[in-house]
């Protein structure tokens, strides 16, 4: 079983294991996965492999397994782009696992990135943006404190024609009364904290 980093109201983030490669690649050809990411031909285990070994030895990203408490895995997340000068990153998701999606995992995972990057990592800012046709991206992102701060017009090209590119922010401030409201009263998240003496 892997062992937990963050724990959440739903969800565990942890490492991601060489076992779950298969699993990932798998999700990455679906197309209700792929049509939100900037893949756009077949993803073979092996180009899942090298991509998410450069991902989790890069300097500037932090990979993690989104899985249920029981350890099954059912997506990804990271931190990526991470600018340790000017306190900020990117933030990617997806929830792999159709049958898991729409059911408040996808949310979790990013309220508990999120305290990493802020309150663990020492950020200011988490950026991301999703294609204007991702409503589910866009809403949860929004649940989470994201707010739009601009768009590229006709930026990608998908389904037969160009669409926009929505570029939402972050900033640790406007995150951490959310956070405290996210957590109130709930003794199931375990995320590290210094105890005074």
């Keep these: 079983m892997r062992t937990p980093f963050l724990r959440g109201k739903k969800v565990v983030l942890g490492a991601i294991a060489d076992g ?4 990932i690649a798998g999700w990455i050809n679906d197309p209700e996965i792929y ?43 990271g931190l990526h782009e991470i600018d340790w000068v000017h ?12 049958e898991h999606r729409g059911q408040g995992y996808g949310l979790d995972a990013k309220m508990l990135v999120c305290y990493h990057a802020f309150c663990t990592l020492n950020l200011h ?31 990608y090209f998908r389904a037969g024609r ?8 972050l900033l640790r401030p406007e995150w951490l009364p959310l956070w405290e409201a996210y957590r109130a009263g709930d003794a199931s998240i375990r995320v590290p904290e210094p105890k005074l003496a």
């Design 87 to 98: 306190r900020n990153a990117t933030s990617g998701a997806f929830i792999g696992s159709a």
């Design 35 to 77: 049509v939100n990411l900037l893949i756009t031909k077949p993803n073979r285990e092996q180009d899942s492999r090298t991509r998410l070994e450069a991902f989790c030895t890069a300097a500037d990203t932090q990979m993690f397994a989104i899985c249920l408490h029981d350890g099954k895995l059912i997506g990804v997340m």
């Design 125 to 155: 800012k988490l950026y991301t943006h999703a294609y204007e046709f991702n409503a589910v991206s866009l809403r949860y992102n929004a649940k989470c404190g994201y707010r739009e701060e601009g768009r590229r017009r006709e930026h």
């Design 20 to 23: 779950d490669v298969p699993t």
């Design 162 to 169: 160009y669409w926009d590119v929505v570029e939402t922010g």
